[in-house]
């Protein structure tokens, strides 16, 4: 008996197919970035230094990739007559194969090597057919680049797995497939791609809360806009200032859309947290976005976002009682009656500490991209640990008290969760976003394309698809060859962008891959954003100085 499983790998040009393409943007005129102000330690602003230019000047890229012309096609190679590396053996022991037989006896690292002919370049479906009697990662490069590592099952039983939407180009090229341990390996079949053609870049651009302020419906129906033409680009700042932003800009001659920061509930003094919302602030004015990171320091007896270096367990915190919407005082009646642990009150201390800082941005007129819960499906965060329904529970109660009670309507629900098992209720998030780091590997740009097609599948419709993380940049070119357009991405800054000189570090991203994709007609860059859009705002303006209390009543 055969089975078939399948593992959505790239995705492919649905849209795209038949011919080189070039993304045309709106000509927006050459802008320099106005110097975004340095926020001292003391509150005050001075006006920053302009990053030195680049040394050179660079013409805009069209995006470009092999033309692609679809075939019907269904060719079987049989492992026997496949290369065979050191000690594999070919084998009849196990009914059900396809051919004279199959290939067993893997050790120590050898593989099969196929080697196939391409009708057409266009993207195929390839499908391993493997027995295994225990779970064996297996391994698959193409071309000596590798692909992706698989997982067999362990039934004892032929199952088909099946790589969706890998592009090839026209004529010979090598398959192979390395698995760390033993199994039977009867044939690879590639057959053309049929199912790339079903993605699209559909969605309403109307944020999920129905109460969301002017600036945050401005900000999702201009990602909205954009989204499959462009791939909007975003950097991580370490700090309040934009040294990260600065030296793209110098290696480029462009600057990142977005600004991308980490916000934290302060253990002491909120003067450091004030200072990065002025940072965000700023750049928003500036003609940017802005993106909010919450890596949650949990609130213990010992303070951290991850699950080995805190005692706090979310799983403990967990309760039945709808306390979404009741003040503070409240809450702490609940504690007191015991009705809730002193780990659920713990929590809303540190929601409502941090609607305060979202509340200042909003007070300011800055509406944000907001990440809660980062990774969500991992264990390495406490907030991830315990398991899914645990992490839907906090997500669920973090987006009813800021959103309901405390009336926080400049946010963009960012959902990055990593995993459909951790998938919250699409009413309560407008985009969908992954964080892609590839080990030891350098400009693997190229392989986020295979993650995009199963994400945009089980997220929903109408959900943008983000890359919210990264340690190194989109391949521009791929993602339009591949149909996998991200929205936008956010490149960590430390090691993965400067050196410990504090310049370009070239270990994650190369100079030529960074310049090429932010002159790229396919990425927009903040000047050509701004003008597009007319973000710019003036500096001189009144903001408003309102501050709203957090000691609210209760609103259930």
Known sequence: ????????????????????????????KVVDMPPVPIVEADGETTEAATAPPPSATFEEAPVTYPEIEQKDTGIIYEAENAELGKGIKFDTANEGYSGDGYVTSFAGGSGVKFNVDAPSSQHYDISFNVLSKAAVNCKIKLNGEELTVFETSSDGKYTQVTLSGVFFTKGASEVEFVPDGDLCLDYLIMKDNESLREITYDNSGEPVNENAGDSARELLKNLSEC??????TGQYAAGIGNTEADLIYSTTGKYPVMRCTCLDVPKESYDESFLLIDSCADWYRNGGISAVTWYWSAPGDIRSPRSDETDFRLADAVTNVDIALHSEQTIRSFYSEGRITEQTYRLILDIDSMAGQLTSLKNKGVPVLWRPLPEGSGSWFWWGADGAESYKWLWDLLYKRLTEYYDLDNLIWVWN??????????STYDIAALDLYLDGEKDYGAKFSEKFAAFSKFSGEGKLIAISECGSIPDVDSAFRDNAVWSFFGLWHSKYITDENGALSEEFTSADSLIHLYNSEGALTLDEYSEMFGTAKDVSAEESTTEKSTDKEDKS
């Open 227 to 232: 989204y499959g033409k462009y791939i909007i």
């Open 1 to 28: 008996m055969k089975l078939s499983r399948k593992i959505s790998f790239a995705v492919a040009a649905a849209v795209l197919f038949g011919g080189v393409s070039g993304c045309k943007k709106k000509e927006p």
């Open 417 to 426: 969760g990593q995993s459909e098992d951790t998938i919250v209720d699409p």
